[in-house]
Nanobody
Framework: QVQLVESGGGLVQPGGSITLACADS????????MGWFRQAPGKEREFVAL????????LYARSMKGRVTISRDNLKREVSLQMNNLTPEDSAVYFC?????????????????WGHGTQVTVSS
């Protein structure tokens, strides 16, 4: 069973950077596409970035492109999300999720397993 745990969230100043991590404590993430999504209060969950197996192809949300990098360490069973030049609009709970189909899909409905999320707050 896949058990995802996010970490690395916290308070960041505008213009700052943060790196989030997602680890699978249950089983291997082999062949899964890994995605990051976020949800702000009162808003729908939105796509941030994804990375396919074994890490060659990536996809980024247009609003995040140029400010975010997703990577994966398959030996450690971890996926990371580095975000730069953050603004208050980036404040949200960030979730990682798995897509067993291995596709490049930005639709959260296509992801089967989800972590509980980690809060990122961008504020001075």
């Amino acid at each position: 069973q896949v058990q995802l745990v996010e970490s690395g969230g916290g308070l960041v100043q505008p213009g700052g950077s943060i790196t989030l991590a997602c680890a699978d404590s249950g089983r291997s993430l082999a062949y899964y596409t890994m995605g990051w999504f976020r949800q702000a209060p009162g808003k729908e969950r939105e796509f941030v970035a994804l990375i396919t197996w074994p890490g060659v192809r990536t996809l980024y949300a247009r609003s995040m492109k140029g400010r975010v990098t997703i990577s994966r360490d398959n030996l450690k069973r971890e996926v990371s999300l580095q975000m730069n030049n953050l603004t208050p609009e980036d404040s949200a709970v960030y979730f990682c999720a798995t897509d067993a189909n291995g596709a490049m899909d930005d639709n959260p409905a296509e992801y089967e397993y989800w972590g509980h999320g980690t809060q990122v707050t961008v504020s001075s």
